[in-house]
């Protein structure tokens, strides 16, 4: 069974900066894509970043160049790296997981960003 499990959310000011994680289980990130999505209230889930199993990272406009996803095949683990973060940023963050079984999603955790 494929697990999928976010840390590294919180409150951050304006201009701040976090670093998600999302380790997975039952799964490597190192054969399939992995992407990071957020839902803001009110609003419906949007993508953020993938890191393909093969080719380019990928970014979403309004994160391009402020956001990095990486990837650490030893620990099965992808980071969302999140800089000059603004209040627009604010939302839960979910991990996905595409693989030949289907996609799988974490629980979320949750970015506020506010002064």
């Known amino acids: 069974q494929v697990q999928l499990v976010e840390s590294g959310g919180g409150l951050v000011q304006p201009g701040g900066s976090l670093r998600l994680s999302c380790e997975a289980s039952?799964?490597?990130?190192?054969?399939?894509?992995v992407g990071w999505y957020r839902q803001a209230p009110g609003k419906q889930r949007e993508f953020v970043a993938i890191?393909?199993?093969?080719?380019?990272?990928n970014y979403a406009d309004s994160v391009k160049g402020r956001f990095t996803i990486s990837r650490d095949n030893a620990k099965n683990t992808v980071y969302l790296q999140m800089n000059s973060l603004t209040p627009e940023d604010t939302a839960v963050y979910y991990c996905?997981?595409?693989?030949?079984?289907?996609?799988?999603w974490g629980q979320g955790t949750q970015v506020t960003v506010s002064s």
């Open positions: 890191f393909p199993s093969g080719g380019n990272t």
């Open positions: 996905r997981h595409f693989t030949t079984r289907g996609s799988y």
């Open positions: 039952g799964s490597r990130f190192s054969s399939n894509a």
